[in-house]
């Protein structure tokens, strides 16, 4: 192995650890605030609304509109006129 070959190993076996040691980190705190229970609170109320919203959507005919991927008078969302 060339001096350089083995400096470059050891970047990578130190991010490596440090990766690790972050990953663990994160998931010592998520743990600890799921056993909280309040944090949950805010997630389930986001999966809430995210529902309501998409059966609004649904119900409007967005969701049929949108696969055809056009709008009304057939722009696409994302065409210079479409900005009218």
């Known amino acids: 192995m060339t001096a350089e070959t083995r400096t470059s190993s050891r970047r990578k076996t130190a991010l490596t650890w440090i990766?690790?040691?972050?990953?663990?980190?994160?998931t010592v705190t998520l743990a600890v605030n799921l056993l909280r229970g309040w944090p949950m609170l805010s997630p389930a109320a986001t999966l809430l609304i995210a529902g309501g919203l998409y059966v609004r959507w649904t119900r409007a005919g967005r969701r049929h509109r949108e696969r055809r991927g056009t709008r009304r008078g057939g722009l696409t969302p994302w065409s210079a006129s479409a900005t009218r």
Do not use: Y
Not at 19 to 26: E, I, K, R, S
């Open 19 to 26: 990766n690790a040691l972050a990953a663990v980190a994160v």
